[in-house]
């Protein structure tokens, strides 16, 4: 499985803009990049993905880099409520008997200062 | 709202004694999964199910087990806990569509092991 590699932690302060970064140097042209965000005491939350092109979505932003080998989650204001650990994970769209399944890296620890 | 369901949220067991786990989900979703979550680590993929087809993790220990009786619910059975496998065990789910989808977590459960 292709691997991810992300900053254990960051900061950002309330209202601010966050860019979590992300890079999938190894990552094959059917991979999908999908963002995923665990709170404390909860399961995994989708947050994003995408493919080629950057998306949006009322939760987040993703900028994928024109050779794929690296993107950005950009939360546009943080809140105290995005806390989290954020994970970058690529999923696979190919055949056999992957079925989509995720693998996750160690993800980025998001602290939010008031 | 058509979600994943895990039950009991907190489970405790006493060492060598067989333990089940459940989840269901009104999704209807083709795919669960069941990961393994130990404290400050990021989740672990144990095994999954595509409809009736079972995948086994090959790094999963023969002590982990599944059940999927129908496309509802899915069952996690530990059949002698040791003290190692006290941790969070998450259920998900995902359609047929590999790439695109995100998987939908529930909020696990959280196995103790006196």
């Known amino acids: 499985d292709a691997k991810t590699t992300q900053p254990n932690s960051m900061e950002s302060n309330e209202e601010e803009p966050v860019h979590l970064p992300c890079n999938h140097s190894t990552i094959s042209g059917t991979d999908y990049i999908h963002w995923y965000r665990q709170l404390p005491s909860q399961g995994p939350e989708y947050v994003i993905h995408g493919l080629t092109s950057n998306v949006n979505n009322r939760m987040a932003s993703l900028a994928i880099a024109e050779d794929r080998k690296s993107s950005t989650l950009i939360l546009h204001r943080a809140t105290l409520r995005d806390a989290a650990v954020y994970y970058c994970i690529l999923r696979a769209n190919a055949g056999g008997t992957s079925y989509g399944k995720l693998t996750f890296g160690q993800g980025t620890i998001l602290t939010v200062h008031p | 709202d058509a979600m994943v369901i895990q039950n009991p949220r907190y489970q405790v067991t006493q060492f060598g004694k067989p333990v089940t786990l459940s989840c269901s989900q009104t999704?209807?979703?083709?795919?669960m999964y069941w990961y393994q979550q130990k404290s400050s680590q990021a989740p672990k993929l144990l095994f999954h199910?595509?409809?009736?087809?079972?995948?086994n993790e090959a790094d999963t220990p023969d002590n982990f087990q599944s059940r999927r009786p129908n496309t509802s619910f899915c069952f996690l059975d530990i059949r002698s806990p040791g003290l190692g496998d006290a941790a969070m065990y998450l259920c998900a789910t995902s359609s047929r569509d590999r790439g695109r989808q995100p998987q939908h977590f529930g909020d696990g459960t959280r196995l103790s092991i006196l």
């Open positions: 199910y595509y409809d009736k087809d079972f995948n």
């Open positions: 999704l209807n979703h083709n795919v």
